[in-house]
């Protein structure tokens, strides 16, 4: 069996207990070294075979499991935050599924939700923004056609964009081809949660110069967006006139009441936070 786990943006403590599990119990560890924190590892059992994929093809990485799945052991595949963005799992799975070899996914808490911690934010301020895009800039590994920044910049929302910090200047660049302007505000976390986590806040017009200046190249995540603003509409959820399957309003600019799930039933237009 193998467990695809999360390992979380980097701080130990940030793992789910079910991945933590998982690593203590595991007989093989393949870990995404580039970024994964390997005191996660110190929990390994002392015969855990303990493997770095950043030095390893997909095919070693196959061939290493097969081998321990010969023997009946149990392989952790460690992958940094949510192994579903940027973890290219879906090939290992393809590759898995080829060999008859059964796994599961633990997810994980993505690096973009410890850079909003990092900067104590919400991406989906009411009056701002209700979307976030995930996505990196073209470099060495391309994007489809249609998803290019400035595409995407088209929105003016919420962003965060990955793997994208040793090219900031093109980032930019393509931002300001999109709705975004150069005061809107802006963020670069680097290795967010982790002891030399650092924090920068500037605008998309001095995103490369800021960088620059902190000498920030990788491992860090640009955030874009007026939702870094500060400003922003209350939510109706909350809002004493407002009633939900849970809550009766004071019945001023009442809404009809939403059922089950809250803010599953709400109407469209209405906002949820
Ligand atoms: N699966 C991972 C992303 C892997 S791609 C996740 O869910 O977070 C690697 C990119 O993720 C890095 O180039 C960087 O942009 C971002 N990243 C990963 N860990 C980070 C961290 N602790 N702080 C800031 N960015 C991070």
Redesign the pocket.
Known sequence: MVHFVGAG??APDLITLRGARLLREADQVIYTGS?VNTELLSGCRADCRILNSAEMTLEEVIGAIEQAEAEERMTVRL?????S???AIREQMNSLDALGIAYDITPGV???C??AAAVQTEYTVPGISQTLILTRMAGRTPVPEGESIHALASHGSSMAV??S?GMLAGLQEELLRGAYTADTPAAL??????PDEKLLRCTVGTLAESAEKERIT????VLVGDFLGGRGARSRLYAPDFSTGFRKGTGEGEQRPATGESGSALREGETRS
Request: zero cysteines; glycine letters at 14%; charged letters at 10%.
């Open positions: 943006p980097g970024l992958h940094t935050g949510d192994p963005l940027y973890g993505s690096s973009f410890g850079a990955f793997l910090a976390v680097y290795k967010a949660s982790w990788r491992t860090a995540l």
